[in-house]
T-cell receptor
Framework: DTGVSQNPRHKITKRGQNVTFRCDPISEHNRLYWYRQTLGQGPEFLTYFQNEAQLEKSRLLSDRFSAERPKGSFSTLEIQRTEQGDSAMYLC?????????????????FGQGTRLTVV | AQKITQTQPGMFVQEKEAVTLDCTYDTSDQSYGLFWYKQPSSGEMIFLIYQGSYDEQNATEGRYSLNFQKARKSANLVISASQLGDSAMYFCAMRRPSGGYNKLIFGAGTRLAVHP
């Protein structure tokens, strides 16, 4: 399978615990994105990497959230001291870098997401 | 603020009929890209079609076409000859030049149900 892979697919955790999700992008893609999707809403941007550099973070990404992409390949998203409001689907996507106006054409390919439930 | 509006929470269509899903957007940028994604119950976001702001012709991809009206800032998705497998959530999204066309801004989505 050469698509974007996310693990685990589902995670149930108790409030206050730490959780970590993994994303393996399409191998030749140098950009990797994390989005969060709550029930009944569209995905919201959290952060993105170009290679190993984290270049933008949303205000949604509180200090309890940290994302890494240590070797420019896979990425992890960690949530510390989880809260019930963190319950959501966490989506990872990857793409090639776009550098021109027409680069907006470069679509992002998404994984199937990790559904987090905080009880 | 940059925003995507999808006013139809749910739509249903008879199999083999055509359906239009509405999307309006708000941006002051001259250059931007508009996307439609399909999200089945499995959760994966599947890219369907793209329209660039400078593209003069409406985009088409198989049974999908995009009715792009730039002056009205609308980018409606038309699905022709609906199939049962088209039942899913559909999201309109926009990519802007801010930060190098990085993040996608999504609407709230439209749930499409195709009836036999």
């Amino acid at each position: 399978d050469t698509g974007v892979s996310q693990n685990p697919r589902h995670k149930i955790t108790k409030r206050g615990q730490n959780v970590t999700f993994r994303c393996d992008p399409i191998s030749e893609h140098n950009r990797l994105y994390w989005y969060r999707q709550t029930l009944g809403q569209g995905p919201e941007f959290l952060t993105y990497f170009q290679n190993e550099a984290q270049l933008e973070k949303s205000r949604l990404l509180s200090d309890r959230f940290s994302a890494e992409r240590p070797k420019g390949s896979f990425s992890t998203l960690e949530i510390q001291r989880t809260e019930q409001g963190d319950s959501a689907m966490y989506l990872c996507a990857s793409s090639l870098a776009s550098v021109t106006l027409q680069g907006a054409r470069t679509e992002a390919f998404f994984g199937q997401g990790t559904r987090l439930t905080v009880v | 603020a940059q925003k995507i509006t999808q006013t139809q929470p749910g739509m249903f269509v008879q199999e083999k009929e055509a359906v239009t899903l509405d999307c309006t957007y708000d941006t002051s940028d001259q250059s931007y890209g508009l996307f439609w994604y399909k999200q089945p119950s499995s959760g994966e976001m599947i890219f369907l079609i793209y329209q660039g702001s400078y593209d003069e012709q409406n985009a088409t991809e198989g049974r999908y076409s995009l009715n792009f009206q730039k002056a009205r800032k609308s980018a409606n998705l038309v699905i022709s000859a609906s199939q049962l497998g088209d039942s899913a959530m559909y999201f309109c999204a926009m990519r802007r030049p801010s930060g190098g066309y990085n993040k996608l801004i999504f609407g709230a989505g439209t749930r499409l149900a195709v009836h036999p």
